[in-house]
């Protein structure tokens, strides 16, 4: 499995665009990168998904450099509500057979 | 509503006394898994199961067991609970569909305490 590292933390304030960074060095040819939020006390939320390239969806946007090492995940304009845990994960499909690994995530704290 | 459901929300018991939470899901789903969740450790992943009756160990499987006898229903059985379990617990499903990385829907958790 592909290890996953982003930062601990990060601040913002509201309507700014925020970017976290995730590094994954040794990703493999199928692996896929999702994204989840988690807020206080409950189960992770789904956000994007990608493979390479830029996603973009009606939360989010995810941008993957050709080589695939990193990936950003992009929140434009955020307000208080998206004060969360922001987890990258690496992985290559359920029916893979592949466990599924949350690293610590990166929690960010956005201001008014 | 398209959901997964977990019983109880909240337990407070004590240390040996063998216990079951309880997971279910409203969405056809073959994967199912379970997870659990400490301060400083993130989501750490106990049992996960392809479909009814496969099932197969996560990062920290120790001290748990789970079963998978209809595809709706995911449980785990805690046969001797320790404090070192006193944990967040979120039992997740998902649509099992080609090869791509599949979304996960999450269950509210499960605070539990072992005394």
């Known amino acids: 499995l592909a290890k996953t590292t982003q930062p601990i933390s990060m601040d913002s304030y509201e309507g700014q665009e925020v970017n976290i960074t995730c590094s994954h060095n040794?990703?493999?040819?199928?692996?896929?990168i999702t994204w989840y939020q988690q807020f206080p006390s409950q189960g992770p939320r789904f956000i994007i998904q990608?493979?390479?390239t830029k996603v973009t969806n009606e939360v989010a946007s995810l941008f993957i450099p050709a080589d695939r090492k990193s990936s950003t995940l992009s929140l434009p304009r955020v307000s208080l509500s998206d004060t969360a845990v922001y987890y990258c994960l690496v992985g290559a499909g359920l029916n893979a057979g592949n466990m599924l690994t949350f690293g610590g995530g990166t929690r960010l704290m956005v201001k008014p | 509503e398209a959901q997964v459901t977990q019983n109880p929300r909240y337990l407070i018991t004590v240390t040996g006394k063998k216990l079951t939470v309880t997971c279910s899901q409203n969405m056809n789903h073959e994967y199912m898994s379970w997870y659990r969740q400490d301060p400083g450790l993130g989501l750490r992943q106990i049992y996960y199961?392809?479909?009814?009756?496969?099932?197969d160990k996560g990062d920290v499987p120790e001290g748990y067991k789970v079963s998978r006898k209809e595809k709706r229903n995911f449980p785990l059985i805690l046969e001797s609970p320790s404090p070192n379990q006193t944990s967040l617990y979120f039992c997740?499903?998902?649509?099992?569909?080609?090869?791509?990385?599949?979304?996960?829907?999450f269950g509210p958790g499960t605070r539990l305490t072992v005394l």
């Open positions: 199961s392809m479909n009814v009756e496969v099932t």
């Open positions: 997740a499903s998902s649509l099992v569909a080609g090869g791509s990385y599949n979304e996960q829907f």
């Open positions: 990608g493979y390479k």
């Open positions: 040794n990703i493999a040819t199928n692996d896929y």
